[in-house]
């Protein structure tokens, strides 16, 4: 039984009708960027997952690009984020001029460990870069508490975790903005590359709206230095089809990620936790093994497709060489890289399909 790592293709064809429906309409009226779309998907996707407004953007990097902007991050500034993450929790604190500062995660969640969160500050933090690692969020309080202790502004990486909640509430909200990516692959994905911004203060907001169209409330008069981080309409106008759906698609992520956790056996076998405290939406199902790549070659023959997500930790990329944390500055981020990998978990996999992948990892 063939079991893809994701495929997209069952998802968009049970949609098409509709979608090409939507996408027609956006087409005939012109509503390329921003427009009717766009506003509809922002008070729907506010509306459903319980923020009071939210902003679309050009994708999950832009907003936090953006909330670094409104941060006020710049040179000689540091900025604190998990190395154990997708590059693009990092850019941000490069594209204003400040210094990713990286401190170690929790080896049960994959998360941000608060301990060793504190440990990383010096007289130059200013913020924090808290990601909710493949949908399961992070240690709020404990973040909330360093932060508010020592100043800093927060910003929440909810690319992998639309939907999730930490003690019931949404994740975004925790801090001082909250950033998503609906990149195809996410767990409510576009037709091309968009994200949204949410914040709880309507200043923040505001700033961010300016800032998405080059600083400017009014055309042509820009009072704040902006960008272009605009939503497009076919983005806004596939994303209200499938807004419907997300919260029967992350059941199903659910349901998959507890038959796994209930299946698997295989000794030696770390499980991703699920802590109390956070209701994961499972954007990926990963484990760890000590013999990972012969584990997914074993998976492989049995026609199953699995993905290192992520191989190698941010501070050992070559393009924070000049950071200078080499091998064994983060020993659980190193040991996750170097032990991880992430099993099917789309919500179109059937329960065979489940259970041939938990079948086949028990018989290694
Ligand atoms: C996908 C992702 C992003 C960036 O999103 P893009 O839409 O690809 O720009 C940022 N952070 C994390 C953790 C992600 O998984």
Redesign the pocket.
């Known amino acids: 039984m063939k079991v893809p790592f994701l495929d997209l293709s069952l998802q968009h064809r049970a949609l098409r009708e509709p979608a090409l429906a939507a996408l027609t309409a956006t087409y005939d009226a012109t509503r390329f960027c921003l427009g009717k779309d766009v506003e509809d998907f922002e008070r729907n996707f506010a509306a459903t997952l319980g923020y009071p407004r939210a902003l679309g953007m050009n994708?999950?990097?832009a907003p936090?690009h953006v909330a670094c902007m409104i941060a006020g991050f710049g040179p000689g500034d540091e900025v604190i984020t998990a190395p154990f993450?997708?590059i693009?929790?990092a850019w941000g604190i490069n594209y204003v001029g400040a210094t990713p500062v990286f401190a170690d995660i929790e080896p049960g969640t994959y998360n941000l460990d608060p301990v060793k969160l504190e440990a990383a500050i010096t007289p130059r933090t200013k913020g924090i870069i808290v990601?909710h690692i493949f949908g399961q969020p992070a240690r709020m309080d404990e973040i909330i508490a360093i932060a508010r202790k020592h100043g800093l502004y927060v910003i929440e990486?909810c690319?992998?975790a639309v939907g999730a909640s930490y003690k019931g509430k949404p994740v975004g909200l925790f801090g001082d903005a909250g950033t998503f990516?609906f990149?195809p692959t996410?767990n409510l994905g576009a037709c091309g590359?968009s994200?949204a911004f949410v914040a709880k203060d309507e200043s923040v907001h505001t700033k961010a709206r300016h800032i998405r169209v080059h600083g400017s409330d009014r055309r042509y008069y820009h009072d704040i230095i902006g960008g272009n981080f605009r939503m497009d309409g076919f983005q806004g106008a596939l994303l209200n089809v499938k807004l419907p759906h997300l919260a029967a698609w992350t059941t199903r992520r659910q349901a998959i990620a507890a038959r796994y956790l209930a299946g698997i056996t295989l000794s030696d076998t770390h499980l991703p936790e699920q802590p109390g405290y956070g209701k994961s939406v499972f954007h990926q199902f990963t484990i760890r093994h000590p013999r990972r790549d012969a584990l997914r070659e074993h998976l492989a023959k049995y026609e199953i497709g699995t993905d290192l997500i992520y191989p190698v930790p941010l501070h050992l990329q070559k393009c924070y060489a000049d950071l200078g944390c080499g091998v064994g500055s983060f020993p659980v981020s190193e040991l996750t890289a170097s032990t991880c990998v992430s099993l099917p978990i789309f919500p179109e996999l059937t329960d065979a399909q489940v259970d041939h992948v938990i079948a086949s990892i028990n018989s290694f």
Do not use: I, M, P, W
Request: net charge negative; proline share 0%.
């Open positions: 994708s999950g990097t936090l993450t997708f693009s929790s990601v990486d690319a992998q990516s990149y996410k590359e994200g």
